[in-house]
T-cell receptor
Framework: AQKVTQAQTEISVVEKEDVTLDCVYETRDTTYYLFWYKQPPSGELVFLIRRNSFDEQNEISGRYSWNFQKSTSSFNFTITASQVVDSAVYFCALDRGSTLGRLYFGRGTQLTVWP | DAGVIQSPRHEVTEMGQEVTLRCKPISGHNSLFWYRQTMMRGLELLIYFNNNVPIDDSGMPEDRFSAKMPNASFSTLKIQPSEPRDSAVYFC?????????????FGSGTRLTVV
């Protein structure tokens, strides 16, 4: 069975603080894909990153960085120098390589950045 | 690129009425997905299509729900008769079949309220 766990339901930080959102996944597949999506208060789902299971390189995009560790089945997301505009719900998701198309979402982490 | 287009953005209907949600995927994307988001269950896949053919409808909650994709540029999700527990945000998403680089592009969602 596929499962994505985001243990942090809510996180609050003050602007300019760094914050890490945790994601732990379960799958027996050897090929799979991991995603992060952002859902701002307006409600849309914004794609942030896709990572393939065979590529464990960490990725940095501006203030965002992702740490993928297969040994611990984790795909954590760090925002450096957080800003008020980062306030949103962030979802981690898993897609099985064998049946490309079905995303298994975690329950999301509500991030609030205070000025 | 206009993105995935969903209509209506908001729908309020009375219990027992038929509701039809609409989705236009990105041109050239051959896979289309319907997701539902509720507080209780989070984001869950209802059904998805590849090349207009339904592949997995195991997430459709019951016979009151039906989905069609008559052509590559249009899909509908119908609820008949609607019930208050169907109140949720319904998202449509699309992706090129067997794409290995991108994330799933979601529409802005339809917020359905059944009273």
């Amino acid at each position: 069975a596929q499962k994505v766990t985001q243990a942090q339901t809510e996180i609050s930080v003050v602007e300019k603080e760094d914050v890490t959102l945790d994601c732990v996944y379960e799958t027996r597949d050897t090929t799979y894909y991991l995603f992060w999506y952002k859902q701002p208060p307006s409600g849309e789902l914004v794609f942030l990153i896709r990572r393939n299971s065979f590529d464990e390189q960490n990725e940095i995009s501006g203030r965002y960085s992702w740490n993928f560790q297969k040994s611990t089945s984790s795909f954590n997301f760090t925002i450096t120098a957080s800003q008020v505009v980062d306030s949103a719900v962030y979802f981690c998701a898993l897609d099985r390589g064998s049946t490309l198309g079905r995303l298994y979402f975690g329950r999301g982490t509500q991030l609030t950045v205070w000025p | 690129d206009a993105g995935v287009i969903q209509s209506p953005r908001h729908e309020v209907t009375e219990m027992g009425q038929e509701v039809t949600l609409r989705c236009k995927p990105i041109s050239g994307h051959n896979s289309l997905f319907w997701y539902r988001q509720t507080m209780m269950r989070g984001l869950e896949l209802l059904i998805y299509f590849n090349n207009n053919v339904p592949i997995d409808d195991s997430g459709m909650p019951e016979d009151r729900f039906s989905a069609k994709m008559p052509n590559a540029s249009f899909s509908t999700l119908k609820i008949q008769p609607s019930e208050p527990r169907d109140s949720a945000v319904y998202f449509c998403a699309s992706i090129p079949l067997r794409d290995s680089l991108s994330g799933y592009t979601f529409g802005s969602g339809t917020r359905l309220t059944v009273v």
